[in-house]
T-cell receptor, first 115, second 109 residues
Framework: SQTIHQWPATLVQPVGSPLSLECTVE??????LYWYRQAAGRGLQLLFY??????ISSEVPQNLSASRPQDRQFILSSKKLLLSDSGFYLC??????????????FGAGSRLTVL | GQNIDQPTEMTATEGAIVQINCTYQ??????LFWYQQHAGEAPTFLSY??LDGLEEKGRFSSFLSRSKGYSYLLLKELQMKDSASYLC??????????WGAGTKLIIKP
């Protein structure tokens, strides 16, 4: 069966510090991978998605970047965090076929607080 | 613009039935999803509708009317563990998911 791991679960960082959140998927190959951010009272905001190694699509211009160095690894980074980067970050995967009931399976999430 | 509307919060009693509505205005339609999210946890998939009508899965059912841009999630025989947020999401013509802000469901004994 497929599993998705995301870490760290909780992070408290000072403004201006770097960030690295990591996500790995097991039990499948060539998944679509996603980074979402969830703010209180708002819908999930898609930050980045990837359909293959080295292929990253950015949905929202921001202080963050993403990389996919391996087929089942997706990393969210920042060189200098802003206060507005605080939030709940979710990694997700889906099958590569985007039609039909292409269900997203989420990682456990990373709670980032920037002080 | 694209928009998904859901009530912000609902309260129901244990053992009762509750209906959570979702209306959408999107550029195209390629399916509607419902996810459940307990506080502090990740969303988990509940249901998918692409054709009009009712899909039943145990205590949970989801209904879709494409002509009205409307869906609802029906939860029967409510249990305390059903206290969670319920997220409605629509896949648009580009197969991108548009998410509602979620409905927080509070179950009282």
């Amino acid at each position: 069966s497929q599993t998705i791991h995301q870490w760290p679960a909780t992070l408290v960082q000072p403004v201006g510090s770097p960030l690295s959140l990591e996500c790995t998927v097991e039990g499948t190959s060539n998944p679509n991978l996603y980074w979402y951010r969830q703010a209180a009272g708002r819908g999930l905001q898609l930050l980045f998605y990837s359909v293959g190694i080295g292929q990253i699509s950015s949905e929202v211009p921001q202080n963050l970047s993403a990389s996919r160095p391996q087929d089942r690894q997706f990393i969210l980074s920042s060189k200098k965090l802003l206060l507005s980067d605080s939030g709940f970050y979710l990694c997700a995967w889906s099958r590569s076929d985007i039609s039909g009931a292409n269900v997203l399976t989420f990682g456990a999430g990373s709670r980032l607080t920037v002080l | 613009g694209q928009n998904i509307d859901q009530p912000t919060e609902m309260t129901a009693t244990e053992g009762a039935i509750v209906q959570i509505n979702c209306t959408y205005q999107t550029s195209g339609f390629n399916g509607l999803f419902w996810y459940q999210q307990h506080a502090g946890e990740a969303p988990t998939f509940l249901s998918y509708n692409v054709l009009d009508g009712l899909e039943e899965k145990g205590r949970f059912s989801s209904f879709l009317s494409r002509s009205k841009g409307y869906s609802y999630l029906l939860l029967k025989e409510l249990q305390m563990k059903d206290s969670a947020s319920y997220l409605c999401a629509v896949k648009d013509s580009n197969y991108q998911l548009i998410w509602g802000a979620g409905t927080k469901l509070i179950i009282k004994p």
